[in-house]
């Protein structure tokens, strides 16, 4: 086990009914951003809970923070932000809601342009405002962590920024509140979470005994409530189970004192910068070209995923490392998101485009070793054509 | 799963060397109380660690906290943090020394008798000092939650407070601390860790999937590293396994939306105060005979801990269940922990005593569902001869 650093402040209200604690939660005498996505929490009644729980607060909103959330749609928050004195924010929504809301917390006490928090990689965030949030899609553990990334439109770049100063005091997760998702975003949402859990899994091995189970037990949860949730939207226990594997799927917790890969996540944000494809879609196509790839270098630890994800226990090595990949992407294709660049209609001339813009990026060594070079990231996109 | 609200803001600091860094976790300019116990933290070197790491400090020191800690030793603590303005503890030991440190921490806040905090179930703690742990044995998780079991000397009662004001700040777990430790607290930290996460799991099914396989692997660690550590004192990966689990075992994690048991630490509790068993002595000779006494209102639980945990999956259901608490007796025992009354010299005669405890107690609905009543526990204590 490697040493480490664990911290994690925000505190979670989990189950129906938690958003009616907003009245409490939100410091009296505040006044509060209500920062949001498109209009589904409109038509779903989030909103109206929301805003009934906030009714004795001054309240602005901000709506419209877009799927890859936009350095350009925020930093008109963050002008609003500083227009109106507001002190106290609300994320509404998911991943992207709640990670454009960490970017305003920490761009609204910065003098110069906030693009400069992606740039430094946060090192000039010192302060940043108070801010909860109230979930609506299981998917990035966004609500419990520290991380955000962040698109620049103008330049097709997206970069990921963590500071401790933006951990959401709070979180609201109620299952209930995603029982109107659309399919296309539950399905994304397990697939991120899943390869979540699996950047920080399938590393070479550090003798991480309660990490490696907290993992397992994260991926056969989703493997097992994943395709129920489609076919259930309204099972409440399946949405619960749901929603609390995807925010301990990336809460620090299961990737503290092991290594980490990341290297799926690093080829899949080019691919979404250069191409808009969904961030998870990136990680169905990408995640099973990386393990085919990477076989030889994480065989102990795909032997053990084989066996105690996929109970596929015994014959011949080789043979069950191909079965637990493939098993994993029927299981990516089972929650409708597909797993070839070419089901997406993208071709040959993604390689040299991606291989090109990581290496502008500087991501030249990823992987938990640095073995994922430049010509490794050329033969997994080869793979996932 | 159960509606809940899950906060832990102790940060970890985890891995060999970590003690250094005390200097800056410790706020500079404090008026710093170590508190321990009894003189191994000098033999080992952990103390002259500790303090040369908190050399720019004024620090005073108070040790002697016993195993049990008790209101009559504390409340001396709390004489010298008050005569000399102490404003940060730093807990040096195990989860007695840090149990003592809440109490102190809470208690130099009041000026009634401090004792009331027991009595009023901490509804009078409205402020506590801030301080740290240095753990030196893996067992109670009492370094990363808010609790605190005290004793009174004098009316032979022991009792256990909550408060989000006693959270650690900080917890510094270094495995090579624990490498001196005796075998009979080794093996009394792994059954009580252990136990800590049978009282959450082992209830009614609650569907709550990611929170078993969470017990489900930690107790899978420990059946896997303790034994080990016993015979590895210093393998430093089994240690770190070892003590990363008994620090999650009770840190509100795996017992978040799920219905709690702890049956068996109130009966356990009963006997330290009467006879002064150990805690983890009087968990391994409960627990057994808890399940087997509540065999059928656990049933599913009982038949899911057989084979996730003990991989007895085939053959008669109540064969299994009955194999699974023999293998749970015999994993106590490989630890070096006594799992009958007799073993302690203690006899018939218990039997009426503790019933006669746990009613002056109040301990007459324990468990989950309340049904283990007076009878019932009278029960457990005959099977526990």
Redesign the interface.
């Known amino acids: 086990?490697?040493?480490?650093?664990?911290?994690?402040?925000t505190?979670?209200?989990?189950?129906?009914?938690?958003i009616e604690r907003l009245a409490r939660l939100v410091p009296a005498g505040a006044r509060v951003l209500v920062l949001y996505g498109g209009g589904s929490i409109r038509a779903n009644g989030t909103y109206d809970a929301v805003m009934s729980a906030l009714k004795d607060h001054t309240v602005f909103e901000f709506g419209g923070i877009e799927p890859n959330p936009s350095y350009e749609t925020l930093t008109q928050a963050i002008a609003l932000v500083k227009r109106e004195n507001v002190d106290y924010l609300v994320a509404v929504g998911g991943g992207s809601v709640i990670d454009g809301t960490k970017f305003v917390a920490a761009g609204a006490k910065l003098d110069e342009d906030p693009w400069t928090i992606l740039e430094q990689h946060a090192k000039n965030v010192r302060a940043a405002l108070p801010f909860g949030a109230v979930l609506t899609l299981p998917a990035t553990g966004s609500e419990m962590n520290s991380g955000s990334v962040i698109t620049k439109k103008a330049t097709q770049e997206k970069f990921a920024f963590m500071s401790r100063l933006v951990f959401p005091q709070f979180a609201i997760l109620d299952p209930t509140r995603t029982y109107t998702l659309p399919a296309r975003q539950v399905g994304n949402g397990i697939v991120d979470a899943f390869v979540h859990i699996m950047e920080q899994y399938m590393t070479v091995s550090g003798?991480?005994?309660?990490q490696d189970?907290?993992a397992?037990?994260?991926l056969?949860?989703l493997v097992?409530?994943g395709p129920r949730a489609l076919a259930e939207p309204e099972n409440y226990?399946v949405r619960?189970?749901l929603m609390?594997?995807a925010t301990?799927a990336l809460n620090g917790?299961i990737g503290?004192?092991v290594s980490q890969d990341w290297a799926t996540h690093m080829i899949g944000h080019e691919l979404t910068a250069l191409y808009g494809l969904d961030h998870a879609q990136t990680l169905a196509v990408v995640l099973p070209a990386m393990l085919r790839e990477r076989r030889e270098a994480k065989r102990a630890k795909l032997l053990q995923y084989a066996a105690r994800v996929w109970d596929l226990r015994e014959g011949d090595e080789d043979a069950r490392i191909e079965a637990a990949i493939a098993r994993t992407e029927d299981f990516f294709r089972s929650v409708g998101v597909a797993t070839r660049l070419s089901d997406y209609g993208l071709g040959q001339d993604v390689v040299p485009a991606v291989v090109n813009a990581l290496e502008a990026h500087g991501m030249t060594k990823l992987g938990e070793t640095g073995e994922v070079t430049l010509a490794v990231s050329r033969k997994v996109l080869e793979r996932s054509l």
Chains 1, 2 share one sequence.
């Open positions: 086990m490697l040493n480490f650093d664990f911290y994690n402040p505190r979670i209200l989990f189950g129906e009914g938690q003798n991480t005994k309660v189970r907290f397992e037990g994260l056969q949860t097992e409530e226990a619960a189970n609390w594997t301990l917790l503290a004192g």
